[in-house]
């Protein structure tokens, strides 16, 4: 994914701010709850319309696709609040770390525009999420618009055209190759959640390119390092 349509703000990579390179900002940054040890605002910023937000199959919301592209993960406690602010359709300035292997974005700060407060980020996501599901039995098909994410870039899942989420195991997307691949057809079936408005996730059980083709997930296979 090439990022360089993004407006990049601040210094432009973490080795320059080891370095001591800070760069001074005027925009204003929002004390209080979630203030972190270091200003996030020297980090990396990207800005992009924000295409939709996406549930996990808690029906959490827990990300967000920009129209662009990449995929922005942050913790559910500050969905709510970057929901109000900043709808759909809506640009966003995120300040956070790019997975080194795929377009996925950890936030750790975001302001709706220049002229706003910047607002920190507590509990990032540094790691992938524990595994929590939400109860309702689903049954899904469509094509693939892009891969679901973790923090590092790693596939671990497919989010269909519709905005659907298909979550499975690292190990287990390892071993499904291509077929998370966008404009591939996918279904499965699953443990999961239905939010009005927001969509539907689930954790797949089994999986297939169809819903007459499904197979029980594929035992889990080691990334290469």
Known sequence: ???????RRGLLGA?????GAVVVRAQTVERGRGQLWFDPTQLPS?????ERYLI?????TDRLLFREGPQILFPEHVAEEMERTVPTGRSIIVYGIRARRAAAITMLAWAPDNEAPVR???RPTWTFPEFRTGGEPLEVEGEVRAPLLSPQGDAIGAILGDYTVIRVP????????????AGKRLAAVGQGATVQGKGRALDAERIGEAKDKLQPLPPPVERPG
Not at 15 to 19: C, E, K, P, R, S
Request: hydrophobic fraction near 50%; charged fraction near 20%.
């Open 170 to 181: 690292i190990g287990v997307a390892g071993a499904l190759g291509d077929r998370l691949n």
């Open 15 to 19: 080795g320059a701010l080891i370095a």
């Open 56 to 60: 996990n199959p808690e029906g959490k």
């Open 46 to 50: 990207f800005s992009g319309v924000v």
């Open 120 to 122: 920190f980020v507590d």
């Open 1 to 7: 994914m090439d990022l360089s349509r993004f407006q």
